[in-house]
C-alpha cells in the first residue's frame, strides 16, 4: 500500500521552528501535487499548504502565510514544511498529502494519497 510518512514534528516554544518532512518510500511522487494538512483536537482536518509538482507555484492558508514555507525536493521523493513563528494555535496533528494532478491543490477531497501524522505542539 501506498504510504505517505511524516517526520519532523515535536514540541517547541511560541516563537520557535520546526521543519517537516514527507517521504513516500517505495514510489515516485515527483510529478504530484502535494500538500498539508492539519488537525486540532476535537477540529476538521483544514489545508495549511500546497505546491505543484515542479515546486514553482505554492498557496498558503491565511492563518500560516508569511510563517510557514512548503518546498519539495523530487530528486529526493520529499515534500517539507518549515514553520517559523510558531504559535499554540498552530498545535496539531500535521498530514501530508498527494494527488496525481499537476497543479497546486487545496481542496482536500482531491487528495489521494495520505500519510500518518506527525503531532506538533506548541507551548505557550
Known amino acids: 500500500q501506498v504510504q505517505l510518512v511524516e517526520s519532523g514534528g515535536g514540541l517547541v516554544q511560541a516563537g520557535g521552528s520546526l521543519r517537516l518532512s514527507c517521504a513516500a518510500p517505495g514510489r515516485t511522487f515527483s510529478r504530484y501535487a502535494r500538500g498539508w494538512f492539519r488537525q486540532a483536537p476535537g477540529k476538521e482536518r483544514v489545508f495549511v499548504a500546497a505546491?505543484?509538482?515542479?515546486?514553482?507555484?505554492?498557496y498558503y492558508a491565511d492563518s500560516v502565510k508569511g510563517r510557514f514555507t512548503i518546498s519539495r525536493d523530487n530528486t529526493k521523493n520529499t515534500v517539507y514544511l518549515q514553520m517559523n513563528s510558531l504559535r499554540p494555535e498552530d498545535t496539531a496533528v500535521y498530514f501530508c498529502?498527494?494527488?496525481?494532478?499537476?497543479?497546486?491543490?487545496?481542496?482536500?477531497?482531491?487528495?489521494?494519497?495520505w500519510g500518518q501524522g506527525t503531532q506538533v505542539t506548541v507551548s505557550s
Open positions: 505546491i505543484s509538482w515542479s515546486g514553482g507555484s505554492t
Open positions: 498529502a498527494a494527488n496525481d494532478n499537476t497543479g497546486v491543490i487545496y481542496s482536500i477531497r482531491e487528495y489521494d494519497y
